[in-house]
Every structure is written in structure tokens, then in C-alpha cells.
Nanobody, 127 residues
Framework: VQLQASGGGLVQPGGSLRLSCAGS???????????VGWFRQAPGKVREGVSS????????YYADSVKGRFTISRDKAKNTVYLQMNNLKPEDTAVYYC??????????????????WGQGTQVTVSS
């Protein structure tokens, strides 16, 4: 039972990446009443919320620092959540983690820890 994040890599400023979070033995729909989303942690910094989908209507939430650049989405058939990251900046460099928590909602989506999370994927934005 795990969440597997993938899609990280090295990209130049202004570039794009798409992260994927797949549930293995783990149905993300079971967390439809809570939140499923992404956190990141840069060296020497606390883990911060990036974006989450919450509730049965999949309301989306974003950190101010990524609004307008990042888009979160879900493919229920593939049991996968995505984070499309455009116009990447050096300050986006971090390890990105996907996570799920059935007790989170729109008012608490950004609070760590979530109930389940997987191994992270490294995103490095550098020229």
C-alpha cells in the first residue's frame, strides 16, 4: 500500500514538468471526502503545501507561490493525481511528495502531516 510519485528532474527556469502520483494497493477515491495533493521540501526548509484536491467535488487549492503556474488534476480511471508545473523558477527546487488524508478539507489542506504519503521525487530548476 503506497503512493508513488514520479516525473521529477532537472529543468531550466521557465520550463515545465508534470509530476504523477499513483496509488498502489491504495484507492485515491477512498480519500475523495478528504484531500489528495502535493507538498514539497527544499533543503533547510520545512515541508510546505503546494496544491491539493479536496472533497467529492475535487475543489483545488494552491499555495500563493504557485498560483497561475501549477495545475493539479486527477485521473480516476488510472488512480493517479498529477501536478502540471509551468514557468518553473529556481525557488521551486525541492523534493515533491504526494499525500492523502481523509480528514483534511479546504481549510486545512496545507497542514502537514497527511495520513499517507510516499517517497518524493526531486525537482531541480537551474540553468
Amino acid at each position: 500500500v503506497q503512493l508513488q510519485a514520479s516525473g521529477g528532474g532537472l529543468v531550466q527556469p521557465g520550463g515545465s514538468l508534470r509530476l504523477s502520483c499513483a496509488g498502489s494497493g491504495f484507492d485515491l477515491d477512498d480519500y475523495a471526502v478528504g484531500c489528495v495533493g502535493w507538498f514539497r521540501q527544499a533543503p533547510g526548509k520545512v515541508r510546505e503545501g503546494v496544491s491539493s484536491l479536496c472533497g467529492v467535488d475535487d475543489s483545488d487549492y494552491y499555495a500563493d507561490s504557485v498560483k497561475g503556474r501549477f495545475t493539479i488534476s486527477r485521473d480516476k480511471a488510472k488512480n493517479t493525481v498529477y501536478l502540471q508545473m509551468n514557468n518553473l523558477k529556481p525557488e521551486d527546487t525541492a523534493v515533491y511528495y504526494c499525500a492523502a488524508d481523509q480528514y483534511r478539507d479546504g481549510g486545512s489542506w496545507f497542514i502537514w502531516p497527511y495520513g499517507f504519503w510516499g517517497q518524493g521525487t526531486q525537482v531541480t530548476v537551474s540553468s
